[in-house]
């Protein structure tokens, strides 16, 4: 049954007094310190609370922000009209623990920003694409590069490969050739784990160690053999808010403190995914499965533990994977109706069995008119934290979604209860698109002022978006 939010209470949030701009200085403290000039407060007398942090950034959206007591790093992307082959234009803006700017770090000429992840150290990773190679580098605190590692797997050329040869560019790439989109990082601890999408359209999970100043792989597995992707793309229009067009070459992932890996694969009549995975593992696949995800859980070292399949029923797509204890927590958009008045796309949430034989738990979110769940994030209780947008409408037959929609923050409980949060809205598409946690508190980012999908075709001038990443606290 569809999930029908509660009326939303309004939120006590009190936002910071002033805004971190990161493309500029920022205009003062939040590190919980003393009197307006920074000094400790007079003996005997506790520190004033500090305000919630806010952080503004102008001409891009959010798509990613991890946190601990040391720093926060938020990956940033220049929205792109359509492209052939998806080039990103992305940067990786560091904060420390009080909010105050530190780095922003952007790629070496000829390569993409692709991934980045935040250590217990304050050190990140970051993983890259020329399009064909990967290449890992580590940044510490300050911004400083550590370590460079280039990425050597001959054995993708290898991997079972089911398609014509016309449909690929190079086995031996790893990266696929419409996108550069297609790799995925997640830390566990100091390490890594790393999923890709490689030149054959295989699908390959790493556990990349590092110690002692260097990055090592453990272990390599592959998780789906080679198959055929669709690549067509709409034959009008000019911008995707969901970047539905490529959501099937994309790969999903997330790592535990254990070390263990889950990797998430779309099904969908764009790719022969289902069918090659049957072929190549023996598998069954259930009967019908024509859009649907494929989830695979690894061991940390690398032996597969699980396979099992989410149908979606409709057009759907896959946008996150959470870890949630012995659970795995997914989120997406699915076109539930081919609806008249454009509001046929709800959002969809599913809670997984690691490890046992339970079938996944999956659920409609249907808030108000056009839905999309695009992060999740585990909560104490039980219950989750569910990100995303709503209120959109778009065309019932094609890919075009209207300007307007409004941010989707959500609660949902242990028992399925949903509590809708208020968020604050900018002036055209809204989305909530990454959640993280700081302390106690949450980190939520919201991009405010996105186009939709024909609102610059004749001004590419047009394509932008503006993104506020907002600290809050459980309770508003």
């Known amino acids: 049954m569809p999930i029908r939010p509660a009326t939303p209470s309004p939120s006590t949030l009190r936002l910071a007094a002033c805004a971190l701009i990161l493309a500029l ?86 390569w993409t920003l692709v991934d980045m992840a935040l250590h217990p150290s304050g050190q990140a990773s970051v993983v890259l694409s020329d399009g064909a190679r990967l290449r890992l580098m580590r940044i510490d605190a300050a911004g400083k590069l550590l370590a460079t590692y280039d990425i050597a797997d001959p054995q993708v050329a290898l991997d079972r490969y089911y398609g014509t040869p016309t449909s690929v560019r190079d086995r031996r790439d790893l990266a696929p050739w419409k996108t550069r989109d297609a790799a995925r990082l997640a830390p566990s601890g100091e390490a890594l784990g790393l999923v890709i999408r490689a030149g054959g359209n295989n ?46 070459w ?42 649907g995800v494929m ?16 149908d979606l029923r409709n057009k759907g797509e896959l946008h996150t994977i959470k870890w949630g204890g012995e659970s795995l927590l997914l989120g997406g958009r699915v076109r539930s109706t081919q609806s008249s008045d454009w509001a046929g796309w709800d959002g969809w949430f599913a809670r997984a069995d690691a490890l046992g034989t339970r079938p996944a738990d999956y659920r409609v979110i249907d808030v108000e008119r056009g839905d999309a769940v695009l992060d999740l994030l585990p909560l104490a209780d039980g219950g989750v934290l569910l990100a995303g947008a709503t209120n959109y409408t778009q065309n019932p037959t094609g890919e075009s979604v209207i300007d307007p929609s409004a941010p989707l923050l959500a609660r949902l409980s242990a028992t399925g209860a949903f509590t809708r949060l208020t968020v604050p809205t900018g002036p055209r598409a809204n989305q909530v698109r990454a959640l993280a946690f700081f302390g106690s508190n949450w980190l939520v980012a919201n991009t405010e002022n996105l186009p939709g999908t024909h609102t610059h075709d004749a001004n590419e001038g047009l394509i932008t978006a503006d993104a506020t990443v907002r600290e809050r606290a459980p309770g508003n």
């Not at 007079?42 to 520190?47: I, M, N, T, V, Y």
């Not at 792989?217 to 067509?232: K, S, Y």
């Open 203 to 248: 699908v390959v999970a790493y556990r990349i160690d590092y110690q002692a100043g260097a990055f090592q792989q453990r272990w390599r597995t592959l998780v789906e053999p080679g198959v055929h992707l669709d690549a067509q793309r709409p034959t009008t229009g000019s911008f995707d808010p969901f970047e539905g067009i490529e959501n099937h």
């Open 250 to 291: 994309k790969v999903f992932m997330d790592m535990d403190a254990a070390g263990r890996i889950a990797v998430g694969v779309l099904a969908s009549p764009r790719s022969d995914a289902a069918d090659a995975h049957a072929f190549y593992f023996g598998e069954s696949i259930p009967g019908g499965l024509s859009y």
């Open 25 to 110: 200085a920022g205009c003062g403290g939040g590190g919980g310190g003393g009197g307006e000039d920074g000094s400790a407060p007079p003996p005997g007398q506790p520190a004033p609370p500090r305000a919630p942090i806010e952080a503004r950034f102008t001409g891009a959206t959010v798509l990613k922000v991890r946190a601990n007591d040391k720093a926060w790093l938020v990956l940033t992307e220049k929205p792109h009209p359509f492209m052939e082959v998806v080039v990103m234009e992305r940067t990786v803006r560091a904060l420390d623990g009080a909010g105050k700017p530190l780095f922003t770090w952007a790629p070496p000429a000829g």
């Open 295 to 310: 989830l695979t859980t690894l061991d940390p070292n690398g032996r597969r533990l699980r396979f099992q399949t989410i």
